[in-house]
Nanobody, 124 residues
């Protein structure tokens, strides 16, 4: 059973940085796609970034491109989301998600495994 555990959320001032981690277990992730989503109060869950575990290809939402970077550590089975130049509108619960397919997609319904989420609050 695949399990994803996020950590690293918190409160930060606008312009600051945070790094989220997602520790994955219970599977062989060689051909998985790992993604980050976020959900603000009253809004739909939205795609933030994704990385292909096999070759490290990445893809970002336009709203975070140039500010956020996702990466992976194969030895630790951990994916990261480095968030820089944070804005108040980045405030949300951030979720790590996984799908056992090589192709990067942005629709939440196509990811079968989810972490519990971690709160990120950016104070303006």
């Amino acid at each position: 059973q695949v399990q994803l555990v996020e950590s690293g959320g918190g409160l930060v001032q606008a312009g600051g940085s945070l790094r989220l981690s997602c520790a994955a277990s219970g599977g062989t992730f060689s051909y998985y796609t790992m993604a980050w989503f976020r959900q603000a109060p009253g809004k739909d869950r939205e795609f933030v970034a994704a990385i292909s575990w096999s070759d490290g290809r990445t893809y970002y939402a336009d709203s975070v491109k140039g500010r956020f970077t996702t990466s992976r550590d194969n030895a630790k089975n951990t994916v990261y989301l480095q968030m820089n130049s944070l804005k108040a509108e980045d405030t949300a619960v951030y979720y790590c998600a996984a799908r056992g397919v090589y192709t990067i997609v942005v629709e939440p319904r196509r990811y079968g495994y989810w972490g519990q989420g971690t709160q990120v609050t950016v104070a303006s």
